[in-house]
């Protein structure tokens, strides 16, 4: 690990201000990903920037009936949450599937939002990635690409997002909160946070720098069967090969994000309306256009197959 500096920010807007002025600055909360990176010097911040100190630490309702979800609440206590269980259980249900319990105790809502792909070839510095240097080349591309991307991708870059809030966030209709380092706030939709890869793939989301994710916002709860079905190599503490965050209605009706298949949550408007014609209809729009591996191609019956579950379940 790299020698680095170290602050703890005593208000919202210090943090983002001392963000802006280093050059190679990072924000720190639960670390859980972070520090990983930078003992592998993936990540090399010259500078970190402690935000525990900051109170994003609570989840409340907000004026329309819905939830407003601090930046820096541990997993362990979202999933937990009474609200989040009787109101969001896709949510809750996400969130117990990721990681570990040691993990989820140190997690945060925004730091999970954030962190970053782990494609093998990512983390292996042996090999190139577009995404950990810039127009090194993408080694998964010609490589074992078995976990990665088969929609949204780029000649650049393959690999897929993590998180298993972030899909059950998006099925959610989630915005995130921000402050910019001169003090202004705005309020950024999920599906807009990320950015596709591109020719870029090292530039992952809309934030600019210096911004500080605050909270993130859900509407009011939309009730319904609410499943988040994680399909994996192992029963727990792995990453999803897909996964399903699916919410029916008792009309036929129903939405749903995927994960495991792309560099972000993956969702359609016009996928969850084919919801009463079955899950065959709503994975082929879903998935229009997918460009799958050979070693990825298993993605695309698998996710029919998992929503078909999911359908028969909540018609049952």
């Known amino acids: 690990m790299k020698a680095f500096t170290y602050e703890r920010a005593s208000s919202p807007a210090a943090a983002a201000a001392a963000m802006a002025k280093a050059s190679n600055a990072r924000f720190i909360a639960g670390g859980t990903n972070l520090i990983d990176l930078m003992k592998l010097q993936i990540e090399t911040p010259t500078h970190l920037v402690d935000v525990n100190g900051l109170g994003f630490d609570t989840i409340e309702k907000t004026e329309d009936g819905g939830l407003r979800i601090g930046a820096l609440v541990r997993n362990t206590d979202l999933a937990a949450d009474k609200t989040v269980r009787s109101d969001y ?122 911004e500080l994710i605050t909270a993130v916002t859900l509407p009011k709860p939309v009730g319904g069967k609410q499943v988040y079905h994680k399909v994996r190599d192992r029963a727990s503490y792995a990453f999803a090969l897909v996964s399903v965050a699916a919410i029916v209605q008792p009309d036929g009706s129903g939405r749903v994000a995927l994960g495991g298949v792309a560099h972000k949550p993956w969702r359609d408007a016009a996928a969850d309306a084919q919801f009463p014609n079955g899950a065959k209809a709503v994975v082929d729009r879903l998935l229009a256009g997918a460009k799958p591996t050979e070693h990825s191609a298993f993605k695309v019956p698998l996710v029919e197959r998992a929503l078909g579950a999911i359908i028969a379940e909540a018609r049952a």
């Open 89 to 210: 259980p896709l949510l809750s249900r996400a969130l117990v599937a990721g990681a570990s319990g040691q993990l989820r105790n140190k997690a945060t809502t925004a730091g999970n939002l954030l962190q970053r792909t782990r494609c093998p070839y990512f983390y292996d510095t042996s090999q190139p990635c577009n995404k950990r240097l810039p127009g090194s080349g993408c080694g998964a591309m010609e490589g074992f690409n078995r976990m990665l991307a088969i929609i949204g991708s780029s000649d650049a870059c393959i690999a897929t997002h993590p998180s298993d809030m972030a899909v059950a966030m998006r099925a959610l209709d989630a915005k995130v909160e921000t402050l910019k380092a001169d003090g202004k706030t705005r309020t950024i939709p999920l599906e807009l946070l990320y950015r596709a890869p591109g020719s870029t793939p090292h530039l992952e989301t809309t934030l600019e720098r210096g």
